[in-house]
Nanobody, 117 residues
Framework: QVQLVESGGGLVQPGGSLRLSCAASGFRFSRYTTYWYRQALGKERELVAAITSSGSKTNYGDSMKGRFTISRDNAKNTVYLQMDSLKPEDTAVYYC??????????WGQGTQVTVSS
């Protein structure tokens, strides 16, 4: 059974940090580019970051560059999102996603991140 399970969300003050994790199971995680997306209330889902299967290349949404870092540990089937200098506008549900080809578009259940004083 394919699963992507996010964790690490919570409430943090502006300027603070959080590290999200996404644990994958049920498929060959190490073969695929992995993504973090987010969706704020009333807004469309947007790309936060992406990392290639080997971890050699990364990409970020414009508003995340310089503040967020995506990484992965294929031995643990886990992708991470380190978020620093958090702003209230980073408040959203964060999802990890893997597209494994065809109709195999896997999403986690999401983890809530709230940035507020």
């Amino acid at each position: 059974q394919v699963q992507l399970v996010e964790s690490g969300g919570g409430l943090v003050q502006p300027g603070g940090s959080l590290r999200l994790s996404c644990a994958a199971s049920g498929f060959r995680f190490s073969r695929y580019t992995t993504y973090w997306y987010r969706q704020a209330l009333g807004k469309e889902r947007e790309l936060v970051a992406a990392i290639t299967s080997s971890g050699s290349k990364t990409n970020y949404g414009d508003s995340m560059k310089g503040r967020f870092t995506i990484s992965r540990d294929n031995a643990k089937n886990t992708v991470y999102l380190q978020m620093d200098s958090l702003k209230p506008e980073d408040t959203a549900v964060y999802y990890c996603k893997v597209f494994a080809g065809g109709q195999n578009d896997y999403w986690g259940q999401g983890t809530q991140v709230t940035v507020s004083s």
